[in-house]
């Protein structure tokens, strides 16, 4: 059975920081695309950031230099470091793995929640 626990999520300040991660559990995650999403209320889930093996990581416009996705392969487990925090990155932010052998398939976390003070 898959499961993604995400955890690290909060309160914090706008300009904070926070670190999440994902640890994944039934999959090895060297195998996986792995991604971060978020989703605010009343608004579709968007892509934050995205891991593929070596290559270089994706980051979606509004984040890109603040945020910082990353993979310790031995822990099985993906990190997104947050940084100079603004209250639009308030949401439910969801870690997801997709196997590139089957790209189609989709696991997802829980879930867990950032806001973001202003």
């Known amino acids: 059975q898959v499961q993604l626990v995400e955890s690290g999520g909060g309160l914090v300040q706008a300009g904070g920081s926070l670190r999440l991660s994902c640890i994944a559990s039934?999959?090895?995650?060297?195998?996986?695309?792995m991604g971060w999403y978020r989703q605010a209320p009343g608004k579709q889930r968007e892509l934050v950031a995205t891991?593929?093996?070596?290559?270089?990581?994706k980051y979606a416009d509004d984040v890109k230099g603040r945020f910082a996705i990353s993979r310790d392969n031995a822990k099985n487990t993906v990190y997104l470091q947050m940084n100079s925090l603004k209250p639009e990155d308030t949401a439910a932010y969801y870690c997801?793995?997709?196997?590139?052998?089957?790209?189609?398939?989709?696991?997802w976390g829980q879930g867990t929640q950032v806001t973001v003070s202003s």
């Open positions: 039934g999959i090895s995650i060297r195998n996986h695309a």
């Open positions: 891991v593929i093996g070596v290559d270089a990581p």
């Open positions: 997801n793995a997709q196997p590139r052998w089957a790209p189609t398939i989709q696991y």
